[in-house]
């Protein structure tokens, strides 16, 4: 079953700008996770936020999560060409034992 | 480096002739999982084991099976695989449930001919 939602399902700019990804998802959770994957790899973790907490940092990845509407933003500041990949929210839902992950955003860094 | 390994990267079978993936692990994880994803869409959870309790998810196909003889390795063995089984296969592990993020391995892309 699909969690997260993600919007938009693909996006262009130019390298530099900030680059911000949406999510959201349906159900009471125990955190929410984002993810990067680039082309014909697996998945690598960015970042977690748990149900608690508002917003979290890491470099240029900022996250937020607004358990109210139930949604989530990725934005990542000074984009760069390396920055261009697949990037996955995925919802660890209370006693579920797993996480279930939205259908992505691909994001293309222009240089 | 601790990390996830999985063998091999790509893996061409013939339709339905059985295949097996392999993935092993150096991070001494409780939690080992297996995923599809194909082109363009979300990873979809196949089943996990939690130390050598498996558990299935609802909607895998009866011909995905998996084993995990150890802490440190599980494999992914499909039956008798069809075209609409292509895709790539993703391994992997956490140390536990709760909190905690997920270390995957680089796939293995199935093509079935």
């Known amino acids: 079953s699909q969690q997260g939602e993600e919007d938009p399902q693909a996006l262009s700019i130019q390298e530099g700008e900030n680059a911000t990804m949406n999510c959201s998802y349906k159900t009471s959770i125990n955190n929410l996770q984002w993810y990067r994957q680039n082309s014909g790899r697996g998945l690598v973790h960015l970042i977690l936020i748990r149900s608690n907490e508002r917003e979290k940092h890491s470099g240029r990845l900022r996250v937020t999560l607004d358990t109210s509407k139930k949604s989530s933003s990725l934005l990542i500041t000074a984009s760069r060409a390396a920055d261009t990949a697949s990037y996955f929210c995925a919802t660890d839902e209370w006693g579920a034992q797993k996480l279930v992950f939205g259908q992505g955003t691909r994001l293309t860094i222009n240089p | 480096d601790a990390m996830v390994i999985q063998n091999p990267r790509y893996q061409v079978t013939q339709f339905g002739k059985p295949v097996t993936l392999s993935c092993s692990q150096t991070l001494n994880h409780n939690v080992m999982y297996w995923y599809q994803q194909k082109s363009s869409q979300a990873p979809k959870l196949l089943f996990h084991?939690?130390?050598?309790?498996?558990?299935n998810e609802a909607d895998t196909p009866d011909n995905f099976q998996s084993r995990r003889p150890n802490t440190s390795f599980c494999f992914l063995d499909i039956r008798s695989p069809g075209l609409g089984d292509a895709a790539m296969y993703l391994c992997?592990?956490?140390?536990?449930?709760?909190?905690?993020?997920?270390?995957f391995g680089p796939g293995t892309r199935l093509t079935v001919l």
């Open positions: 992997a592990t956490s140390r536990d449930f709760a909190y905690n993020e997920q270390f």
């Open positions: 084991y939690y130390d050598k309790d498996f558990n």
